[in-house]
């Protein structure tokens, strides 16, 4: 059963720096893709950033230049380095590592950011 663990969130203040770990187990197979979600305050699960296999990487605009999304595919992880944090940032942090249609989540590790 694969399952996904996120760590490192946690509260900063605007224009700090967060590094988000997520490692999955029970992996047989590399993912198509990896990413990260969020979800602020009464709104909807948004996508931040992902990255294929093969390394090509994807990011929202609100996030591009700031943040910075990498993997290491011998530990099964994907990495968002975030950078220059705003308050709007806020939220909660999801890894999601999809093969094919199949997607599977993590627990989500929260992000606060003070202005």
């Known amino acids: 059963q694969v399952q996904l663990v996120e760590s490192g969130g946690g509260l900063v203040q605007a224009g700090g720096s967060l590094r988000l770990s997520c490692v999955a187990s029970g992996i047989i197979f590399r993912p198509n893709v990896m990413g990260w979600y969020r979800q602020a305050p009464g709104k909807q699960r948004e996508l931040v950033a992902d990255?294929?296999?093969?390394?090509?990487?994807n990011y929202v605009d609100p996030v591009k230049g700031r943040f910075t999304i990498s993997a290491d595919n011998a530990k099964n992880a994907v990495y968002l380095q975030m950078n220059s944090l705003k308050p709007e940032d806020t939220g909660i942090y999801y890894c999601v590592n999809t093969w094919g249609t199949v997607d599977y989540w993590g627990q989500g590790t929260q992000v606060t950011v003070s202005s």
């Open positions: 990255i294929t296999s093969g390394g090509h990487t």
